[in-house]
């Protein structure tokens, strides 16, 4: 088993295991399960990230255990300890001693256990505040984490026990041994396992606001189509409704972490929460400051503040903003929101399309040069609605419409809706407009209770290498230009520019002759069937009036 393997599976047993934990203390599937999970993972990295700077340039620490390694820093003196976080990457989180897992271990049979657990991850989290906090539109920082024995087990006597377990669990893995090629050659093995790690809650996250985890395929498409050459320079990458982030990691890996800026906006807590640890497990530490908790709809933190080189963005289609659809209509946001605003529906309000006030929103939020990827339900492709043919006629109007994939159903084991990738580049030249339909593609799995799609990485190559070089191929791919489009009424489906084929026979008068008898025959053999069929039918009516 290779080493990036073997990391994989023990990191995988680490999270089952913590679950474990949980469910032993009734907090299995619950929400707190959630924050705990989450916390812990983040504290164990937060740990070991520290650990494995320290000893890398201090080889008296390099054999240590976790247990010894925190009674070695606490002989420093105060003045080399304070040498030493100086010395440190800013990215790195700054640890006391006593902040560590081998110190936690080392005292777990103290009184109050829980007490010290839970009082140490509120002084990782205000000492490192600056760093790795998270912001809201007001500029009030979050914290990084809660007292969490105090929070979720309501019997004060089980506290001390439960965090010994959760000790327990940490203690022996060490992510310590694989950061030398995690981050140091920057292989991107955390997909799999934050996929892993957040699984069991998003199985009803759909339809919700800004907690719908996108597919590491479409993840990858997406970014190899947008950056299909090499970058310069620092590019500046956002995404305003982004969940989890998985479209912002694969965008900053396709860039290079240390050529991208990452943004982001979303009004979930759990959201941050998430992407915050994937910010950190990416090597992209350096982008949380920019990460809002806001309604990117009706409270903007960038607008007018920041342009961006690339948008990606997996909105919620369909959601209630009735409440703040009045603030909406301001003069401010006017430009903004070129094509409308949709109205308040009678009934169904949850069903309002909210997704088409983010298109417009990334349109406004693009520079010069901009580039977007947005996923989008299939329907607006075609869809004759004021607000969905405004927009699609500015996309080719103005020359902004790359292209335009349309994906396989199920490729999303959460909802049934199906998806589609509106590709916008203000450098497109409206001339070779690819328009792809890839719903015939990918196998059906099974995942629980969903059926879900999902593509072969030759099918994902095959998708970007053919969009990428414009090519047309039968029944998959057509390359046309915007008045091609506005011919077709501003159609962006593949499948109405697909030319239909009609193959000619050669046959003799004779052969022509007996297969139109043959036809003749079969139409008076059903005409004759038809006919009994229909007495038959006035024969019961009939009965049934005598009866």
């Known amino acids: 088993m290779t080493q990036d393997i073997q990391f994989v599976t023990k990191t995988k047993n680490l999270i089952d295991s913590l679950k474990s934990v949980c469910a032993n203390y009734g907090l299995g599937n619950s929400a707190g399960e959630f924050d705990i999970i989450i916390q812990c993972f983040l504290y164990k990295i937060f740990n070991d990230r520290f650990g494995y700077e ?32 100086a010395s440190l990457d800013p990215n790195v989180p700054r640890l006391k001693p006593y902040h560590l897992i081998g110190y936690l271990y080392n005292n777990q049979n103290a009184p ?23 912001k809201s539109f007001n500029g009030v920082k979050d914290i990084l984490f809660d007292r969490l024995s105090q929070q979720f087990i309501r019997d004060s006597s089980e506290r001390d026990a439960f965090c010994r377990a959760i000790i327990n669990k940490m203690v022996d893995f060490n992510f310590e ?27 009803d996250s759909g339809g919700k606001y800004a907690e719908y985890y996108t597919p590491n395929a479409v993840a990858r498409i997406i970014a190899s189509i947008l950056v299909d050459s090499d970058e310069k320079g620092n590019k500046k990458c956002y995404d305003p409704s982004v969940g989890s982030g998985s479209l912002l990691m694969s965008l900053a890996h396709k860039i290079g972490e240390d050529k991208c800026t990452i943004y982001s906006e979303d009004i979930s807590q759990k959201s941050s929460v998430m992407l915050r640890l994937n910010l950190i497990l990416n090597n992209l530490t350096h982008s949380i400051p920019n990460v809002i908790k806001t309604n990117t709809i009706s409270q903007p933190f960038y607008l007018g503040k920041q342009e961006f080189d690339y948008v990606v963005s997996n909105p919620p289609f369909k959601l209630d903003f ?101 590709f916008i580049d203000k450098e497109a030249d409206g001339e070779q407009i690819v328009l792809m339909d890839a719903s ?25 290498n053919t ?37 000619y026979v050669d046959i003799t008068a004779e052969e022509f002759a007996s297969k139109m008898q043959g036809f003749e025959e079969r139409l008076n053999t059903l005409f004759a069937e038809g006919n009994k069929l229909d007495k038959e039918i006035v024969a019961n009516l009939k009965q049934l009036k005598l009866s």
């Open 322 to 422: 009735s409440d703040f659809r009045g603030d909406l209509e301001k003069d401010s946001f006017r430009e903004r929101f070129f094509a409308g605003i949709p109205k308040i529906p009678n009934k169904d309000k949850d069903k309002m399309a909210i997704y088409l006030l983010f298109i417009q929103h990334i349109m406004f939020s693009l520079n010069e040069t901009g580039k977007a990827a947005i996923v989008v339900p299939t329907g607006f492709i075609t869809a004759q609605g004021s607000i969905e043919k405004k927009i699609r006629e500015r996309l080719v109007d103005k020359s902004w419409l790359r292209g335009v994939v349309s994906m396989p159903s199920n490729i999303f084991a959460s909802t049934g809706t199906n998806v589609s990738v509106l």
């Open 467 to 503: 969009f990428n070089s414009r090519q047309a191929v039968e029944n998959l791919s057509v390359v046309v230009t915007k008045e091609q489009i506005k011919e077709k009424n501003y159609s962006f489906s593949a499948g109405q520019y697909f030319e239909v084929k009609i193959d």
């Open 177 to 203: 041994t694989s950061f030398d090629f995690l981050f140091e050659e920057k292989y991107d093995f955390f997909k799999d396992i934050f996929e892993y790690l957040i699984k069991d809650y998003n199985s």
């Open 440 to 464: 015939k593609l990918g196998a059906d799995v099974k995942e629980g209770k969903n059926q879900r799609t999902v593509l072969s990485r030759t099918e994902e190559m095959d998708i970007v």
């Open 112 to 134: 109050e256990f829980g007490k010290l657990f839970d009082d140490t991850l509120v002084q990782i989290s205000t000492e490192n505040a600056d760093v790795f906090s998270v």
């Open 54 to 85: 320290v000893r890398k340039d201090n080889n008296d620490f390099q054999h240590l255990d976790p247990k010894e390694f925190s009674d070695a820093l606490s002989s420093m003196t105060e003045e080399d300890y304070k040498f030493m976080l």
